[in-house]
T-cell receptor, first 115, second 120 residues
Framework: ETGVTQSPTHLIKTRGQQVTLRCSSQ?????VSWYQQALGQGPQFIFQ???????GRGNFPPRFSGLQFPNYSSELNVNALELDDSALYLC??????????????FGPGTRLTVL | AQKVTQAQTEISVVEKEDVTLDCVYE???????LFWYKQPPSGELVFLIR??????QNEISGRYSWNFQKSTSSFNFTITASQVVDSAVYFC?????????????????FGQGTILTVHP
């Protein structure tokens, strides 16, 4: 069984640029959630994708957007990067619409640094 | 709004000591789930335990045990006979039914985390 994978591992961008982060869900999982974890903080929910549509969103501006593909993999796009976007971005996959009872399996994360 | 508080920022113990990590949560929902995750230095969050709001029975799983008390909104986690490999950041998290146009989803609300260091 293949776990959740994310790419790239690390990324350095400058303020104002755009970035795309990628996530492959665990085998058999159809729901992907994205979280932002600033240094020394707990992860914060960005949004969730189920059946290729956004299925809930946290308190993040529209410049954070995403996609889910037919194979359930997902992308997180961030436009107009700001210094505060520097964080570890975690992807999590789960089953069946991501209901609250479902365990979420996390990937290793992408460390984004904005200079 | 939902909130999770982990008052202990850092805990340091010597191997074989028992350690309890505290978690207090706030929610207006009657149906919710509580989780503990472990985050080693590699960064990947590892699922440890899950509890639903209707089941206050406390359990033991290997060296892990938890104490869920709905009356005090607490969900504490204990590691018995700690080991150096237990050193990590531990997160308590709350999951509720969301409000995404009627579709439920499992948004996790995390606490700030507790850094556990187990010394040999």
């Amino acid at each position: 069984e293949t776990g959740v994978t994310q790419s790239p591992t690390h990324l350095i961008k400058t303020r104002g640029q755009q970035v795309t982060l990628r996530c492959s869900s665990q085998s058999g999982h159809n729901t992907v959630s994205w979280y932002q974890q600033a240094l020394g903080q707990g992860p914060q929910f960005i949004f969730q994708y189920y059946r290729e549509e956004e299925n809930g969103r946290g308190n993040f501006p529209p410049r954070f957007s995403g996609l889910q593909f037919p194979n359930y993999s997902s992308e997180l796009n961030v436009n107009a990067l700001e210094l505060d976007d520097s964080a570890l971005y975690l992807c999590a996959s789960s089953l069946a619409g991501g209901g609250p009872h479902n365990e979420q399996f996390f990937g290793p994360g992408t460390r984004l640094t904005v200079l | 709004a939902q909130k999770v508080t982990q008052a202990q920022t850092e805990i340091s113990v010597v191997e074989k000591e028992d350690v309890t990590l505290d978690c207090v949560y706030e929610t207006r929902d009657t149906t919710y789930y509580l989780f503990w995750y472990k985050q080693p230095p590699s960064g990947e969050l590892v699922f440890l335990i899950r509890r639903n709001s209707f089941d206050e029975q406390n359990e033991i799983s290997g060296r892990y045990s938890w104490n869920f008390q709905k009356s005090t909104s607490s969900f504490n986690f204990t590691i018995t006979a700690s080991q150096v490999v237990d050193s990590a950041v531990y997160f308590c998290a709350l999951s509720e039914y969301g409000d995404a146009g009627g579709t439920s989803y499992g948004k996790l609300t995390f606490g700030q985390g507790t850094i556990l260091t187990v010394h040999p």
